[in-house]
């Protein structure tokens, strides 16, 4: 079985698992507070250009998602996000655990707007009895979505815009950002986000590392005693140079040559070629994805067929006969798996 | 700086870092649900003679603390520990975090008794306007507990018989369950544990492993959708075979050869060491450890002349003139450290 | 000014006035265990034919919402309840801060069926990951509903059979109960809520009572230790026999002269004269509601004409020139103000 | 059976019920927005002489005390009070069940001094790794307190010193609050709560009203959109006039002619009495309590003897054949009862 389920399935980029072993005997102080982790926070900093930003690692983004929306706001406050939502449908309620609620907003393939955002919360204020309903205060929202697709970076400085204007904290989950970075129609880079956000991260877990998110905290109101509540909700690992380490090894180097960005370009760029292959044969594509998910709607005997041999996702009936899949590569997809599978495409 | 601080200041130990290599671009499903972490609980199930048990791994010790806690009590429930225990002094109010209080019991050494519990919840249904007060609902403790000190079989047995009498769960924390396990003066086995408490863990974070902790969830109530709670709780591991591996690597061999027990005696072995070191000097140890965290009571002109050497832990004055200390061994420190160490206490 | 815009705008009946003054200086013991709120859940339970079910009062329909939600739901399960559920949209994440999520089904005249219910637990189970989806435990709806609609006998025989086939607790809001059953097109009893639900309450705040809703656990697992989750959400009235005096006093007598059925057939009967006032003038009404609460759309020029004299509430513009408006009558609404109104209604 | 183990056995104050039937009729709107709620406020404004307090109503003190800390406390920090706080032992854990812990220190006859609170906060910053413990973020206290003693204005301007030097919120809990207002031994005034508190409560349940707490946020921040926790947490009372016109009834008038000190002053008198009686017979008192609670430790026989007749609170046995028991008087005590016990007592 060749696997293109997810972009979870194998360990680490060897960068990262070199950096492991090298350094597995020395002694350091637990928590976070080690050398190799400072060393990792200045190469963010500097990366976003935000000599003054905080930057946390958690291990994985669940984690860090509710870490962040619970720090941040009241506890009458909700979040803001798209109906597709990875907080609001795939969490179990890891949000509403820590006491806020989703507030959705219908998404265009996976987003939503500055309009929407700006209705949503002048709706609110304007309802004369808005202390009955759950006050928006942050706007949460991963990039790329959940469909792959891609905040431009016009739509981030509008959404950014709104979100000061109206008082809310902007939250973007970056658990596939390694993806967008590198995508060919990418115009965002690690400092527009950090110019853009009051939080963010750069996922680890999905793009190199064995595990690991590095959040980056440009709004000083949230990043105020953070590490507090990264223990309190059990993301204070003991051994927390493993996370440093880690993102030292896939951020050292620089340009394109900087891991992160490398291995994920090379994983958009078997996405394309999968895409391609779909749609020589005609099939649509869910969603617009320039990144390394692809949403194919194909005939149930394709999906029969392909599924022998290979391992995907199924989304669901998209209407008799044919069912919406998902494609998936990763920092650790091989060129000969993707030309086998574009090869079966072709021949299908 | 030879450090004695701590039990996870380095990485992991050999198996387990070989093990992680060995599979690192293996394909396999995400979250716990591979090849390697259904090995992994049958192992677990077997040394612990308890086929029909719920194995679940998590990443940390206080992450597996709350989640427990959370998923075992009724809103309205709390957990009686000893004064002493991590989860009401040391993880952030991380069990209050998910609405549940702590009602402490005064430890001696540590550790609570069969007694104290009973009274306890007697005082609470004995109490006519009970609904007004927290009801006892677990009891939570640690073996090693927190000052290295162990439960022996029979205080375990009668704590387990108290608590069915009365109703409530038994929870143990095993963070360093290895070093108990190692200990001489030890005469509790695994299947002990899975036989008297309802929930326990096997620590990895410090005995071995880069981090993970493997829950046993012997009581069925407990188990049922356990795997909910760790992820609505970000426990769950997108790499989930990483914590199988580990467990894997540790666990397996025979007897004394299984890793997790052989490193963890020779860990034992070196702060026997160490304490009988301090004892030649006339040093008081403030609690009777048999384990590998040692407490000294030292003149703080020793503890200056030590720690230019060495790092271990202050835990605060105890009389004008001397300071409580802690010195710590792990599966990883050197022979040749603790030599250095008992030479220079015999020399202070 | 003459209200109309909701149904607790006055005090209480007269004879739940009458009962509080009667017995002002009265000494009896606090928190609901005095001889009258005996005497209150002995009634209930006679008049649901429900002798083994457990009564509590507490003082309003938000509180106890979250309150049986979140005794009844493991930390992980959420409430199924339609889009326009009063816990979804109009109590600032009430069930949300005790940790659990709204689910939420697209209301039919704000009600959700049987066969949502069955499809949304099926999919729920079906997804092979779903620990990752909050699961469904419960269905909570109002009855009358939000939009003054009524489920039928059928419906509701439906719906707990689902619930029940699903192993998830169906729960009722009755906030408005009374004007449900004294409605002419009712036919459900309170014996047949008994019968059917897990929970339901009675409500007194809008039915004549000072504040108050009576609440009715018919499952054992909901009753056991219920006080504690009344005491710990600050539910429990200190002077508890407040709530008991009240509810006595409204459900004394016999049949339809039970005050709560009385005062409410009545507001009923003036909501009719409003609704066919407005029909008369050819106004469409949002919902088919046979209780007090009436949604005409009207022309903004109307809206206007009328509200210099009356207060009702504005729902939002339906259409560029006309507002859907909620006109609502009470226990308390005088015959005279209908007549007005109805006389200006018919004069626009 | 004459009742003295409460002082919320009965009703409410003649002018309370007075003003309640008056306007039993009347049509306001909901939720604390009508004109009664307002008049209150300014009322309480004034006595407080603090016109940009914010003030709310709320139904009881469980209710105000955790609404209150909840709001005020981000998520890792925890409330200092005394062990024998209200909010640590006879609240269910309400506190807890908004994710915040207690954090006790050693009372003195109920109380902690402004070097505790120094102590602790101190200590929790000078812990190197504090992130792993709880952050004091506020203190909460009751005047009168458990024991009915009295904190003097000296102490609670050093406590309040201590907390704004601290960063740290101070809330006093004042359910009986008019018995230490009227106290022979007090010296704090409102005014005096308002310039040195930052929220605090004048108690109604216990000192003449149905039931209601007035709360007075004198910080800015705690005012902020505190409606929303009120809804949140299911406090906001529908017809919330009825806690307006309860507070407007009770303070009333000029000087000691305000019921609520006027009723109260008389209960505290009554308590002196019984206080009196008992150190006639020789009995210690536990606290030296001068408001309405007094606790004598009673022979065993006496308390039979007594309890034939009278209704009190056993604490609990301090040494063998003696009981610790409280009395409490109430605005609703008469003097023909005191005079009964008096001679009881006496003739024991």
Known sequence: MIRFECDYGEGAAAPVLEALCRTNLEQTPGYGEDFYCEQARDRIRALCDAPDAEVQFLVGATQAN??????????????????????????????????????????????????????????????????????????????????????????????????????????????????????QTNDLTLKDYAALCDAFYLGGTKCGALFGEALVLTHPALAKDFRYAIKQHGGMLAKGRLLGLQFLALLGGDGEAIPYLALTKKADAQAMRIRDAFAAKGCAMAYDSPTNQQFPILPDVWVQALEGKYSFSHMGAVEPGHTLVRFCTSWATRDEDVDALVADIAAL
Request: a negative charge; one cysteine or more.
């Open 66 to 183: 509710f870490t962040v929306i619970d720090a941040a706001l009241k506890p009458w406050q909700g979040v803001l996000c798209p109906d597709s939502g990875h907080i609001h449908v795939h969490e179990t309620g890891a949000v509403e655990a820590t006491g806020h609620k989703c507030l959705t907003l219908p998404g265009h393939d996976g987003k939503i707007t500055a309009a929407q955002v700006q209705a949503a919360v002048e709706a609110h204020w304007a309802n004369p009895t808005h202390e009955h309903e759950v006050q928006p205060g942050m706007v949460y929202i991963s990039n790329p979505t959940e469909w792959g697709t891609l905040y431009t970076k016009s739509e981030l400085t509008e959404l950014s815009r709104v979100c000061r204007a109206c008082g809310i904290y902007l939250f973007v989950d970056g658990a596939r950002m390694g993806y967008g970075l590198a995508s």
